[in-house]
């Protein structure tokens, strides 16, 4: 359950002009000795932490939906007010993984995140980070709730666009410099959404309970996070909505306590999603330390738990230490707010950025020669409402409002000048589209798919409506172009119709002027697909929401595993040049730490420059139970043409490694791996084998997975309804009815 936008831009309306309550560094230096201080960040916290009162520490531990009296304050997506008796600067968390959002303005529109990772390119991610971090540090909000890591295990999933694919490495090598760049601004990172939160529809309620087996968690769902916290150095984590084998994420202690804070030895904060909670005391001892957006379970009802001896002193102390320890880091006591909520961020260099990243996202899935457009087409017809009203991001929590939108309309007629016809037609009467159609030399058919938060998709077609007028456009007009603007897989039964197919995404306020750079040739079209696009629902390899039966075989381990052919194959993207992969080498593992160093060739041999993305997968011997491939390195190459490039990849023992159920650890065991590459999953020329002798066993051992014992997802149910009463009410009551509960009054209970 979270706010709908209605209910957030009430709530920011309800927000009069900010006023901060940051204290001059001067002032601060004499009653608050921790400001601007050169002491350690540990002995800083220590310091901080022995002046605190009780009330002092749990005004840290939630949110606050109002500002408190005699102040007014920014609300953000959440706020933990400053304290200015102890020089503590507010904490103010901005959404989102798209860009600063949560309804402010000034801002600078991104692609979605599967745009991003559509371009396999970390320095693109890198570039992508420094917008957010900058942005979200101008609006004075110094948490950035991003990037989102959660694994698409069914491309139907809502906010499928919100992550970066399929796969859990190319995710980690996105989310990496993501978050380093955003962290480079002085604020806190916030990953999210830890873990197996896959999709939407029924989330937080009894029926979201994700039944997965420790392997699939290590392998498929948890690397991402483990990447982002310890290459990352993100200093915080928010947990999901979802049940995990029968305890809320926000309250797991395997999760948090025993593999974020064991196994990773994580040593931030952890914030639950909004209004994700289900207890006080068992969530404070499964290792949540902050509650948002409010304090229904970590205010009065926290402090009842400690004085009862419900729950520990010290864990109060370390969920504070644990915050403060995030903020000193950060900076953020030794400089004031970037900026308020109304400051102007957006630059045009965040814009050029926004521009980049989706000219390098863009997946040319099929070109039978139409593209790019050249001379010789006088005449372009762009046929449907979505070129002249197309969807730039996806809905729910990671809308960002775009400083400007260049619709493909626009882009393409300033880029197609005097030398080009441009005709629209919206397609509202088909017949009217198909006439202009017929007589451009090349029709390009828009198509828009909305989704987003809340809710997943029913299946992966495309709208009635679109399908037909692709079939009716295909039909009259051999050179028809479809462009795809959505946030994940479609099926195409038109494909054998149409000459060409873009898939655009959600590709943010450039839109336009990506486009036309994309079809005109301007630049070479890059992208790789983040996710296989099945050919139909069924080839889809998860069957239910939440049992997660298909196990490690997620996103392409699933096709290849069951020998299916995808309607286009994780890691495949067209260019109008072509790419040749020659020369594989193989070192023999390091006797110190059992790495590997691989390198190939790569060859543009087409007549246009243009940029590959050279992959390798990683074949385990037989009887691992691993998927035939899994991928462990790539590199984006640009080429000249005729020029060759030598790429070369280290694999850590980490790569061959899998994770033993028994041990509860990784384990690389000695045996034969092969090492395929090029540049799809279902196109890897290069094959090369290689002996692991010994056993190694990379990270720290970790405590197994407890039997979980909670009270029946009935009872936590409840308990977290009754939390929700002031935020749900006055409809409380219908909730508990579409949930199947009785009413408030007959449930009686205080609030836990
Ligand atoms: C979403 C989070 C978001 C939060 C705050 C929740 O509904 O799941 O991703 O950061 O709201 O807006």
């Known amino acids: 359950m979270t706010r709908s936008p209605k209910t957030r831009s009430l709530l920011l309306a309800l927000t009069v002009a900010a006023t901060f309550a940051v204290v001059t560094g001067g002032a601060r230096a004499a009653s608050c000795p921790w400001v601007n201080s050169t002491a350690p960040v540990e002995d800083r ?10 009330a002092q520490k749990l005004h840290m531990v939630h949110g606050a939906l109002t500002a408190p009296a005699g102040t007014v304050g920014p609300l953000y997506g959440g706020v933990i007010y400053a304290d200015p008796s102890l020089c503590i600067p507010q904490l103010g968390f901005l959404d989102g993984p798209v860009g600063a959002g949560d309804g402010l303005n000034g801002v600078t529109q991104l692609p979605a995140p599967i745009a991003l990772a559509a371009t396999w390119d970390p320095q693109m991610s890198s570039a992508f980070g420094d917008v957010i971090g900058a942005e979200v540090d101008g609006k004075g909000a ?4 991003a990037p989102a890591v959660d694994i698409v295990r069914d491309p139907r999933a809502g906010r499928s666009f919100e992550g970066f694919g399929e796969d859990p490495y190319l995710t980690s090598r996105i989310a990496v410099p993501e978050i380093q760049a955003i962290q480079s601004h002085g604020i806190i990172d916030q990953v999210k959404h830890f873990a197996a939160y896959t999709h939407e529809t029924l989330r937080d309620t009894e029926v979201d309970n994700v039944v997965v087996d420790e392997r699939t968690l290590q392998e498929i769902y948890l690397p991402a996070f483990e990447a982002a916290l310890t290459e990352g150095g993100a200093r915080s984590i928010m947990c999901s909505y979802n049940f995990l084998n029968g305890a809320p994420a926000c309250g797991n202690s395997y999760l948090l306590n025993q593999v974020l804070k064991g196994q990773w030895g994580f040593n931030g904060f952890v914030t639950s999603d909004w209004y994700a909670m289900h207890s006080s005391g068992n969530s404070a001892k499964a290792g949540l330390d902050i509650q948002m957006p409010d304090d ?8 009842a738990a400690i004085q009862a001896g419900r729950v520990a002193q010290s864990r109060l102390d370390d969920m504070v230490r644990r915050i403060l320890r995030s903020m000193f880091s950060a900076g953020l006591f030794d400089r004031p ?7 102007v961020v957006t630059t045009p260099a965040h814009v050029a950025t926004s521009r980049a990243v989706s000219e390098e996202s863009m997946v040319l899935l099929k070109n039978n020669g139409v593209l790019p457009l050249g001379p010789a087409t006088r ?14 991001g996806g809905g729910g929590s990671s809308a ?7 619709t493909p309309l626009q882009g393409i007629t300033e880029r197609a000048g005097s030398a080009m016809k441009v005709s629209y037609d919206d397609g509202t009467v088909p017949l009217t589209a198909v006439a202009k159609a017929r007589k451009a030399d090349v029709a390009i058919v828009f198509a828009r798919l909305k989704q987003g938060e809340f809710k997943d998709r029913l299946s992966l077609e495309l709208f009635p409506s679109d399908t037909l007028l692709i079939e009716a456009v295909s039909a009259v007009n051999p050179n028809t172009i479809v462009v795809l603007n959505n946030g994940s897989a479609v099926t195409m039964p038109w494909l054998s119709r149409v000459n060409g197919v873009l898939e655009a995404w959600y590709p943010g306020q450039e839109y336009g002027h990506a486009l036309a750079s994309m079809l005109f040739g301007d630049v070479n079209p890059s992208g790789k697909l983040p996710m296989t696009f099945p050919r139909n629902e069924t080839q889809i390899p998860a069957t239910t929401p939440t049992r997660y039966t298909e196990g490690m075989f997620v996103g392409y381990r699933h096709y290849d595993q069951n020998q299916i052919t995808p309607l286009f194959p994780f890691g495949f993207g067209l260019s109008y ?5 020659s020369s594989p080498a193989l070192s023999a593992p390091s006797t110190s730490d059992g790495s590997v160093e691989a390198s190939m060739n790569v060859t543009n041999t087409g007549s246009r420059a243009g940029a590959d993305v050279a992959q390798l997968y990683v074949s385990f011997p037989n009887g691992r139970g691993e998927p035939p491939d899994v991928l462990k390195g790539f590199q984006k190459v640009f080429l000249q043409p005729g020029q060759t490039a030598t790429v070369r990849f280290t694999l850590d023992a980490r790569s061959f490694s899998t994770w033993d159920t028994s041990l509860h650890r990784w384990v690389a065991a000695p045996g034969t791996f092969t090492i395929r590459a090029g540049d799809s999953s279902r196109d890897l020329p290069l094959v090369a084998s290689l002996q692991l002798t010994s056993r190694l066993t990379p990270g720290a051992p970790t405590p197994p997975a407890p039997n979980i014992t909670t009270d029946p997802l009935a009872v936590q149910m409840r308990e977290h309804l009754m ?17 199947g509960f009785p009413p408030l009054e007959v449930l009686g209970r205080p609030v836990p």
Do not use: W
């Not at 916290?45 to 009780?54: D, G, H, K, Q």
């Not at 960002?400 to 260049?406: G, K, L, Q």
């Open 337 to 343: 707010l970037g900026g308020k909520p109304d400051s």
């Open 400 to 406: 960002v409002n775009p400083s400007h939108v260049v």
């Open 723 to 739: 939390c929700l009463k002031d935020f749900i009410a006055p409809n409380v009551n219908a909730v508990l009815s579409i949930t």
């Open 45 to 54: 916290v220590s310091e901080l932490l022995a002046r605190m009162t009780i």
């Open 296 to 303: 229904c379970y970590f205010g009065k009802a926290l402090q």
């Open 577 to 581: 040049t072509k790419f040749a992969f």
């Open 379 to 392: 005449s372009i017809a762009l046929i449907g409402a979505a070129a002249d009203g197309a969807l730039t």
């Open 142 to 145: 110094n948490v950035s709730l």
